[in-house]
């Protein structure tokens, strides 16, 4: 995708939730107002509320993960139009939103993944990702 592609982010139906690329946290860039934005590339962006840096790929710090999703699943909960982003919104952003969905809305993860595909067609979280994920499920309450 070009730098200049307007698309840099994409709401997930009708909740206030987004998942995008770095793009999506500067300023002037699109014209929804985010009541948190929480990045987990390794990058802070000027819109950053919640700094949880994950590593795409071998190395991943599966405390880390948790730590992303119970950030991003506190920020789905509160009042307010959310995104989650990594640098290009494809790997770890929707490994967190797959995630968070699986928890919050009682879906499998791949369900989950499946969803967040028709909006962002792009989403595919790298094996390390679904692997944390899969183990954050298989270990953590959903929410009731």
Not at 31 to 58: C, I, K, M, N, Y
Not at 104 to 113: F, N, Q, R, V
Request: aromatic fraction near 4%.
């Amino acid at each position: 995708m070009p730098l200049d592609h307007p698309v840099v982010c994409e709401q997930l139906g009708d909740r206030d939730l987004y998942l995008g690329s770095a793009r999506a946290a500067q300023p002037d860039v699109i014209d929804t107002d985010f009541a948190h934005v929480v990045t987990v590339s390794r990058v802070e962006q000027p819109l950053t509320t919640d700094f949880e840096p994950l590593v795409d790929g071998p190395g991943l710090d599966r405390e880390a993960f948790v730590d992303a999703v119970d950030t991003a699943r506190e920020r789905h909960t509160d009042d307010g139009t959310v995104l989650v982003h990594c640098n290009a919104g494809i790997s770890r952003s929707a490994a967190v939103i797959a995630t968070v969905l699986a928890c919050e809305e009682h879906h499998s993860l791949k369900d989950a993944l499946t969803e967040i595909q028709q909006y962002r067609d792009r989403a595919s979280p790298r094996t390390p990702l679904r692997n944390a994920a899969k183990h954050y499920l298989d270990n953590t309450p959903s929410a009731e």
